[in-house]
């Protein structure tokens, strides 16, 4: 038996703390969503109320991104400093106090004030997560790790058209960002309270540390007395690159069903806010067993003996296909079968996301996967920019959410050549 077995079975004895925190990383990813698609959920109605324009809503949109994209690469080097748990305490408690704010907006600057400090907070949730999947599970586990706390974010998409319209019909679209904003409140008082790293947690036991750390060591190497990679350092490696790009290319494509599918079912299928919840809800159940599967699938190939490298692209290849029939659903009469389009691209965007997601914990050290993970969130904040600006462009213009959907189908095929040409063997990158 190898010594990665052993600790696998010495793991399985000792307790599991480690999917623990992997749920609480679940937790706050689903709060995460619940407090970023609210504005979707409800645009319909508040551009009603507020006389938004196509335009004036891409530009809350883009408001939010361009914090996303300032946030994302701030909070990835600060997580690399000062560790998972204090910043992810501080992203929650800044996403949460913006979230509130947005009860009090009566303008569009208003919102877009209150946009872009939720950007801003709601960035540091996947640095901080992916970092603490760094430092708690082992690499054959950690897409496995990541399709579940990513999972959150369909979890979260789930909820909130489901608790979002009861809570407006009942008490009015205010009492929906505070009511919302409460609940991240708890999830933070919890999280100070269990996380540590897992040498420093009092809980862990030694076979199950054992495990986590079975992994070879990174080499140590201390840059002018800090144990970090600069940024400057890490633009010049072509890895970087290859995760910058995937991101962004198919982030803006999962913004694009957060923010705006609800319109498209508003104006190409007549649902409302009371209808469109179920629809909704069927895209993101679909959606978060593509996340599973897809971290199932690449971690499966990895116990089975192939490469790390064959394992991921295979994985991110089958996704990429299976987005492929969204070309198609503006020509589809049928509310269900646009939604079961729709729901099969979501979930192969989340089952290549997570594949995407472990790559720079794959091939980096991991004093640099907080940095990486923010330089790819800040590349796919831009693509989002961009294409918020695009769509609400398409949408005032031309009427039509077609092109959009052109965009979406070529996404992944494009991120996965991008990732294969820089990347060909997902080798170790020379950051040292």
Same mark, same amino acid.
């Not at 496995?144 to 489901?162: Q, Y």
């Given at each position: 038996?190898?010594?990665?077995?052993?600790?696998?079975?010495?793991?399985?004895?000792?307790?599991?703390?480690?999917?623990?925190?992997?749920?609480?990383?679940?937790?706050?990813?689903?709060?995460?969503?619940?407090?970023?698609?609210?504005?979707?959920?409800?645009?319909?109605?508040?551009?009603?109320?507020?006389?938004?324009?196509?335009?004036?809503?891409?530009?809350?949109?883009?408001?939010?991104?361009?914090?996303?994209?300032?946030?994302?690469?701030?909070?990835?080097?600060?997580?690399?400093?000062?560790?998972?748990?204090?910043?992810?305490?501080?992203?929650?408690?800044?996403?949460?106090?913006?979230?509130?704010?947005?009860?009090?907006?009566?303008?569009?600057?208003?919102?877009?004030?209150?946009?872009?400090?939720?950007?801003?907070?709601?960035?540091?949730?996947?640095?901080?997560?992916?970092?603490?999947?760094?430092?708690?599970?082992?690499?054959?586990?950690?897409?496995?790790?990541?399709?579940?706390?990513?999972?959150?974010?369909?979890?979260?998409?789930?909820?909130?058209?489901?608790?979002?319209?009861?809570?407006?019909?009942?008490?009015?679209?205010?009492?929906?960002?505070?009511?919302?904003?409460?609940?991240?409140?708890?999830?933070? %008082?919890?999280?100070?309270?269990?996380?540590?790293?897992?040498?420093?947690?009092?809980?862990?036991?030694?076979?199950?540390?054992?495990?986590?750390?079975?992994?070879?060591?990174?080499?140590?190497?201390?840059?002018?007395? %800090?144990?970090?990679?600069?940024?400057?350092?890490?633009?010049?490696?072509?890895?970087?690159?290859?995760?910058?790009?995937?991101?962004?290319?198919?982030?803006?494509?999962?913004?694009?069903?957060?923010?705006?599918?609800?319109?498209?079912?508003?104006?190409?299928?007549?649902?409302?806010?009371?209808?469109?919840?179920?629809?909704?809800?069927?895209?993101?159940?679909?959606?978060?067993?593509?996340?599973?599967?897809?971290?199932?699938?690449?971690?499966?190939?990895?116990?089975?003996?192939?490469?790390?490298?064959?394992?991921?692209?295979?994985?991110?290849?089958? +996704?990429?296909?299976?987005?492929?029939?969204?070309?198609?659903?503006?020509?589809?009469?049928?509310?269900?079968?646009?939604?079961?389009?729709?729901?099969?691209?979501?979930?192969?965007?989340?089952?290549?996301? +997570?594949?995407?997601?472990?790559?720079?914990?794959?091939?980096?050290?991991?004093?640099?996967?907080?940095?990486?993970?923010?330089?790819?969130?800040?590349?796919?904040? %831009?693509?989002?920019?961009?294409?918020?600006?695009?769509?609400?462009?398409?949408?005032?213009?031309?009427?039509?959410?077609?092109?959009?959907?052109?965009?979406?189908? +070529?996404?992944?095929?494009?991120?996965?050549?991008?990732?294969?040409?820089?990347?060909?063997?997902?080798?170790?990158?020379?950051?040292?």
């Amino acid at each position: 038996m190898t010594p990665a077995a052993r600790a696998d079975v010495a793991a399985g004895r000792s307790g599991r703390l480690r999917w623990v925190i992997c749920g609480l990383l679940f937790a706050a990813t689903a709060l995460n969503y619940v407090d970023r698609q609210i504005i979707g959920i409800l645009q319909p109605m508040l551009a009603h109320k507020f006389h938004w324009s196509e335009i004036d809503y891409g530009n809350i949109v883009f408001a939010f991104q361009l914090a996303y994209a300032v946030g994302y690469i701030v909070f990835g080097k600060l997580i690399d400093r000062i560790g998972a748990r204090m910043g992810y305490a501080l992203a929650v408690a800044l996403w949460t106090v913006a979230h509130l704010a947005h009860a009090w907006a009566s303008s569009l600057t208003d919102f877009l004030i209150a946009r872009f400090a939720i950007g801003l907070g709601e960035s540091g949730n996947f640095p901080a997560g992916l970092k603490a999947v760094a430092e708690w599970f082992p690499k054959r586990e950690r897409a496995l790790a990541t399709g579940i706390f990513n999972a959150g974010a369909n979890v979260g998409a789930i909820v909130t058209p489901l608790i979002v319209p009861v809570i407006t019909l009942a008490l009015g679209w205010r009492a929906a960002f505070l009511i919302t904003g409460s609940f991240t409140v708890v999830w933070m %008082i919890v999280w100070l309270a269990v996380y540590r790293a897992p040498r420093r947690h009092p809980r862990l036991g030694a076979a199950e540390l054992a495990l986590i750390e079975s992994d070879p060591p990174d080499p140590v190497v201390s840059i002018q007395g %800090i144990d970090t990679i600069p940024w400057t350092k890490l633009l010049t490696v072509r890895e970087t690159w290859a995760y910058a790009l995937g991101k962004f290319l198919i982030d803006p494509v999962w913004w694009m069903w957060l923010f705006w599918l609800p319109d498209f079912l508003v104006k190409r299928h007549h649902l409302d806010l009371k209808t469109f919840g179920p629809p909704l809800v069927a895209v993101y159940v679909v959606s978060d067993l593509g996340s599973i599967g897809g971290g199932w699938m690449s971690s499966r190939m990895l116990h089975a003996g192939f490469s790390l490298n064959m394992a991921r692209k295979s994985a991110m290849l089958l +996704c990429a296909i299976l987005v492929l029939p969204v070309f198609g659903v503006a020509y589809v009469d049928s509310l269900w079968g646009a939604v079961a389009i729709v729901g099969l691209a979501a979930a192969a965007h989340q089952g290549f996301s +997570c594949n995407l997601f472990t790559l720079p914990s794959d091939v980096f050290p991991r004093r640099a996967v907080g940095s990486l993970i923010g330089i790819g969130g800040t590349a796919g904040a %831009i693509g989002g920019m961009l294409l918020a600006k695009y769509a609400g462009w398409v949408l005032e213009r031309l009427g039509t959410f077609k092109p959009l959907f052109v965009f979406a189908g +070529c996404a992944y095929l494009l991120a996965l050549l991008a990732v294969h040409l820089l990347s060909p063997r997902l080798a170790p990158a020379q950051v040292d």
